[in-house]
């Protein structure tokens, strides 16, 4: 259960305002992802960085900004967001990434509410 | 690309009952399908896997089957019990999606007890 942590768990933002998300994962994994959890929706990849280099970006608007400083350590800056983002943003990551068959290990998620 | 097509969107069962939750696929290519678990409020954890080779695979209570003929997999829970209760995620992998997941909408599974 603590191998991946996000914080925080719960934010509430203005439309105006600047956050970050932050991933940590503890389990000496090469690839760690960012997805976005809506009702009724499936889970949706935002971004995926392999040993550290950005490998995917699904057309997430430029208000979504990922940093990948180390193997262990994934954030996601957020500024300027809609009503319309709000959701839960989950956190993942994998010994590898590009076969597809290793397990993604997801975060608790950080629950984001934009008003 | 692939898309992930999960039914029911929800489903309820009484305990000791059986529970099917089917996923069809779309690229005939998919090699890899996983299955998560989302306890609520809780983060995604994988129960079950199988991989294009495979028709079936057990694991306790949870059992997984393939058709890549018809493009469709299953998830079976035999016996089930209230902490069984969570919206269960299907996935696909193919080659084309360079390894990423594509996921199900989910199923939100309840057992009454």
């Known amino acids: 259960e603590t191998g991946v942590t996000q914080t925080p768990r719960h934010l509430v933002m203005g439309m105006t305002n600047k956050k970050s998300l932050k991933c940590e994962q503890h389990?000496?994994?090469?690839?760690m992802y960012w997805y976005k959890q809506s009702a009724k929706k499936p889970l949706e990849l935002m971004f995926v960085?392999?040993?550290?280099?950005r490998v995917e970006n699904n057309s997430v608007p430029s208000r979504f900004s990922p940093e990948c400083p180390n193997s262990s350590h994934l954030f996601l800056h957020l500024h300027t967001l809609q009503p319309e983002d709000s959701a839960l943003y989950l956190c993942?990551?994998?010994?590898?990434w590009g076969l597809g068959t290793d397990t993604q290990y997801f975060g608790p998620g950080t629950r984001l509410t934009v008003l | 690309g692939e898309n992930v097509e999960q039914h029911p969107s929800t489903l309820s069962v009484q305990e000791g009952d059986s529970a099917v939750i089917k996923c069809t696929y779309s690229?005939?290519?998919?090699?890899?399908f996983p299955w998560y678990k989302q306890e609520l409020g809780k983060r995604p954890q994988l129960i079950i896997d199988?991989?294009?080779?495979?028709g079936e695979k057990k694991d306790q209570r949870i059992a997984v089957t393939l058709n890549k003929t018809a493009k469709h997999f299953s998830l079976h829970i035999t016996e089930t019990q209230p902490e069984d209760s969570a919206v269960y995620f299907c996935?696909?992998?193919?080659?084309?999606?360079?390894?990423?997941?594509?996921f199900g909408k989910g199923t939100k599974l309840s057992v009454k007890p």
């Open positions: 993942a990551s994998s010994q590898d």
């Open positions: 690229d005939s290519a998919s090699n890899y």
């Open positions: 199988i991989r294009s080779n495979v």
């Open positions: 996935a696909a992998v193919t080659e084309g999606s360079q390894g990423n997941l594509i």
């Open positions: 389990l000496g994994h090469n690839a």
């Open positions: 960085y392999s040993l550290e280099e």
